[in-house]
């Protein structure tokens, strides 16, 4: 989603804490039904939504965190070193608690919701995030401290619990995905320290992508705030179908642009949390782009659809036999539309077993089975660093499809840290006018592949560019490497 200039989603960074009252930026969250999670039918406004505000009230919370920080060494009175006063304002500064790096207490606020009888409560990661002690208030002004049960900050989602000595009452999770655009929803929380506000709009759209793999997020112009970080969203039934986690914002505060996980994604993770402590998302290991219209042209496919494998690193799939240039349209009986499909049906996907996998090789289907690993495990080792130094010779070059190309050698591949033997073409510049720069190519890119058969030489470019002009393509797919990360551009060969 492409944003203003002017404008700021919040929370990115999560706001910082602050002495006293200060207040948490809206944050990222998922939500996980314990049970299986109910669907609704979505419905007109009541008269009033007070019926229903009476109803869930008893479960949404408040959060008091308190966590011992660096004193904060910017904002004091400018003085000259040496100056006469500055003895003089370091004992001013130091009496009023406000001198040198003593650690200090402060507090932060944000909000949450019950999802369970015996306690377990749902907010965002970044409301308890470094705090060394966690408050609940609930909406009869209870108060119990809380336990951390598990975090996952790829959603800014954590999961809480309290003990407490008579069952509490919970929300239950309803189906995000059955939501439409114009259907009203109400959110509750603690905005701006206020405590157990409740607001109510419409779902202004469904599908939003902030910045994580695995977002789905529904917008509303419920009125969100600083403060409301971990709050429900609510159905017409009661039901929470999304987390309040961001808002769209040139001055910080609402403008009816806020952002709410839809519980679908929120409740996989809640559930690993209280299993796991952690999340275990299954791993396929590929690289992989959208297959859009220019590349579906360009490998002569029916659809625009799909994910495309760029690159096969060591794991599972290379393991099962995947390769770069398949097209995977069904991954465990989910039909694959994009990449976003893809990544999150693979992160739903059992750890550890086979599953199967359908592929377009060639104009072919096959099926592969593929035994996933875990992302977490895979993410923890540790990855070399790559350098991107510039390039210093001239060798013989050719100019092609925009490009100045030359054949890649071993002195060349040392220039892009690339493995000793790394083959194929270098491009040394680009044509700003082309369409080559438009899709992004620039100097110190290496195409590998062309029409999906690897290129060394020059003639290999040339010979690809004629066969496939000779097959009546308007353009070729080409491989390319940026600092050893790869990807597909169909470039036009008219």
């Not at 693979?346 to 104009?363: C, F, N, Q, Y």
């Not at 353009?475 to 990807?487: A, Q, Y």
Request: a negative charge; hydrophobic letters at 40%; proline letters at 6%.
């Amino acid at each position: 989603m492409h944003l203003p200039s002017t404008a700021q989603v919040l929370p990115f960074p999560a706001a910082p804490r602050r002495q006293s009252r200060l207040l948490l930026a809206i944050g990222l969250g998922m939500s996980l039904a314990l049970a299986p999670a109910l669907k609704s039918e979505a419905r007109g406004a009541p008269d009033s939504f007070a019926d229903l505000a009476e109803q869930i009230s008893p479960s949404v919370v408040n959060i008091t965190t308190t966590a011992v920080v660096a004193a904060p060494t910017e904002g004091g009175p400018m003085v000259p070193e040496g100056s006469p006063f500055e003895d003089f304002f370091k004992d001013f500064m130091d009496r009023n608690g406000q001198g040198g790096q003593t650690p200090q207490r402060e507090q932060a606020l944000g909000s949450g919701f019950v999802i369970s009888a015996d306690g377990y409560i749902v907010t965002n990661n970044h409301v308890i995030d470094g705090a060394d002690s966690i408050e609940i208030e609930f909406f009869n002004k209870t108060r119990l401290s809380a336990k951390l049960v598990g975090t996952d900050p790829k959603t800014d989602i954590a999961l809480l619990k309290v003990d407490s000595p008579t069952p509490l009452p919970f929300v239950s999770f309803g189906d995000s995905d059955v939501m439409r655009v114009g259907d009203w929803v109400m959110a509750m929380g603690n905005p701006l320290g206020q405590g157990f506000s409740v607001s109510a709009g419409i779902v202004s759209a469904r599908g939003r992508e902030l910045n994580g793999a695995y977002d789905d997020f529904l917008q509303t112009d419920a009125a969100i705030n600083k403060g409301n970080s971990g709050g429900p969203l609510f159905n017409m039934d009661g039901q929470v179908i999304g987390v309040n986690t961001a808002i769209l914002s040139p001055t910080g505060g609402s403008i009816g642009i806020g952002f709410s996980m839809g519980s679908n994604v929120v409740s996989k993770v809640v559930d690993q949390l209280k299993q796991f402590g952690e999340t275990r998302r299954g791993w396929l290991g590929v690289r992989i782009q959208d297959v859009t219209p220019d590349v579906a042209e360009a490998m002569g496919l029916a659809a625009s659809a799909g994910a495309l494998v760029t690159d096969v690193p060591d794991g599972p799939a290379k393991d099962a036999g995947l390769l770069a240039g398949d097209v995977i349209t069904t991954f465990n009986g989910h039909e694959v539309k994009d990449v976003k499909d893809l990544t999150r049906t693979v992160a739903d996907s059992p750890i550890g077993e086979a599953v199967p996998v359908l592929v377009l090789r060639d104009g072919k289907q096959e099926t592969i089975q593929v035994k996933l690993g875990r992302r977490e495990d895979a993410e923890a080792e540790v990855q070399p660093a790559s350098a991107k130094p510039g390039m210093t010779q001239e060798p013989k070059e050719m100019e092609l499809l925009g490009l100045k190309l030359v054949p890649l050698d071993d002195k060349y591949a040392a220039e892009l840290s690339l493995p000793k033997g790394s083959e194929g073409l270098a491009i040394t510049e680009v044509d700003p006018s082309s369409e080559a720069a438009d899709k992004g190519l620039m100097a110190g890119d290496v195409i590998v592949e062309a029409g999906q058969q690897k290129v060394v030489r020059l003639a290999d470019l040339e010979a690809r560019i004629s066969e496939a002009k000779e097959a009546g393509r308007k353009s070729l797919l080409l491989l390319v490497r940026r600092e050893g990360d790869p990807r597909f551009v169909a470039i036009g060969i008219d």
